[in-house]
């Protein structure tokens, strides 16, 4: 995990205790009535859409920066909550369609274990949410900021590797996987969260999307590195 010695403390509390207690509270309010059953199924179609969304938004970003050089620093952040939320929504209707029938179970067994699946369903959303937080938002980073040696290459990275390469893989004419397959998509990432912070602080008017906004220059550097 990134550390968050350079950004305002008010964002750092945020991101570790509001967001994680407001996906909690939201999920135990709206989706207690759905039961263990649907909430296992919904916790699947997260997990799922995850990966889909790990093995495609790279391609997809590229895709964005070719066309609107102008979303050069939000491209990976609009490509991955893209495919998540399509992919999410399309597994949440197939799955409504082959499982009709609400399952219920002995009322202990139904309130732990619906109790243990929103739980589950709030850290997988939470997860996804994080790891665009960190690596993919578009949000400013101190430029004097480095990453530690652990925190370059940190396992949760090689096991999605494993995990992009492997059945979603079989959808590729190449089976190799193309998240982070140099290993280096937190320096490359840091690296353009810095080049934004750059990019805000040389403007100094206009609108807070000619803050973030690329140019065509920069994303023909990106395209011949």
Known sequence: ?????????????????????VILAALYGFRWQVG???????????????????????SLAQLL???????LFIADCVAFFTIFLVALSLLDLATRFMSSVKVKYAEMVENIGNGIALFLLASALYVTYSFAYHDL??????????????QKNPLSFQALRLLSVGNLGTFREENVSKFDSSGDLRELQ??????????????KEGNPWDKIKGSDTLAEKVKRE
Do not use: C
């Open 36 to 58: 263990m059953w649907g909430n296992l199924l919904s916790l699947g179609a997260v997990l799922l859409a995850f990966l889909f969304a790990i093995g495609w938004w790279e």
């Open 1 to 21: 995990m990134i550390v968050f010695a350079s950004i305002p403390l008010w964002l750092h509390t945020i991101h570790e205790f509001a967001v994680p207690l």
């Open 190 to 203: 840091l690296e353009r969260r810095q080049a934004l912070m750059l990019n805000a602080m040389e403007v």
């Open 65 to 71: 920066v070719t066309h609107v050089p102008q979303m």
């Open 137 to 150: 938002g578009p949000v400013g980073e101190n430029p004097d900021f480095t990453l530690k040696d652990s």
